[in-house]
């Protein structure tokens, strides 16, 4: 594949692997392991000098062919996937880090990720600073000399904020950090961290990459020295590695990410203006909004500012609920990325673990909705997202 491909035709034809028969779609290859020719291979393989595939831990043509074609749309030099997005986030970390460094991240993410740096990692003695992502100057007064890996999720969730790739990688850097994006909620359609600055990207594929609700999955891309080397050495041993099925679903939802993306922002952006006139709506979020307060910078980050709409109703709970009980096409549930428009509570469900200051301090009052636009037409979520309201 040549790098001057629009990223449409890297999405079909990517890391594409044939086997002897020609096959025509990706072939799944659902094997643990592989069969030597020879002892000679066996040991070749083991000492790495032979780069064929020893155990579907470390590596499997399915999965292989998941990982280039990701890799190929990101622009990474490499790629690893695993079985979910929280075990990417987690190899993140525990690859990298060891008692005694410390961690600085943006306070608005994702419930688990929030959990392994702010309970996991401290049990293990890696220390953790929190901060306001969208204050440059707070990342950079939470250095410390042993700040070893920088984390922020934008547009984050699930209020939107908007954080600023570019300057955030440029702190971690002055600091001998690395800094890891999850950029689950933009989508390497819209946002690519790596050109931004970042050093490592994480995914959920479980969420627009598989696109249609079936298969965990999740992915790091970076540099071939990390990804070949610290990460593949923690994956191998730690297990955590996406199943050839699991890739095989990723890999053809790979092949219309693109198309289902922008179809989904454009009904994202028609979604988020019409909520936003509405009377029952106090604060309607979505990058693509002039009132959003990182508006500028979404536009100069992302190439589209995604499918994700979030907005506060003026009747708090109450409110919320009779919107959601009223809602016939969108669908009430908490993943996201998904052909099914979704609604969320976030207050009650995703961060109901949340202390009620907590969620003060991101906003996420008993009044938010967030919603996951789908591929439904537009007008038919508008009308029914309108109608609700009204009953709201
Ligand atoms: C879903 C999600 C994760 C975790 O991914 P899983 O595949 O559910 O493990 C991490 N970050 C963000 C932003 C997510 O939306």
Redesign the pocket.
Known sequence: MTDDLHPRTKLVHGGTDRSGHHEMSEALYLTQGFAYPDAETAEARFDGSDPGYVYARYGNPTVGMFEQRLALLEGAEACFAT???????NASMFSQLQSGDHVVASRA??G??HYILDSLLPRFGVQTTLVEGTDIAAWQNAVRPETKVFFL?TP??PTLEIIDIRAVADVAHEAGAVLVV????ATPCFQRPLALGADIV??????HIDGQGRC???ALLGSKEFVGGKLLEYMKHTGAAMSPFNAWVMLKGLETLDLRCRAAADSAEAIAQAVDGHSAVARAIHPGLPSHPQYTLAAAQMERPGTMVSFELKGGKDAAFSFMNALEIVRISN???DAKSIATHPTTTTHQRMTEEDRQALGITPGLIRLSVGLEHADDLIRDISRALDAA
Not at 83 to 89: H, K, N, V
């Open positions: 079985a979910s997005g929280m075990a990417a986030m993410l994702f688990s990720c999720e984050s969730n999850d950029n689950v909620f994480m995914y959920s594929t479980t969420k965990l999955g999740g993943n996201l990325g």
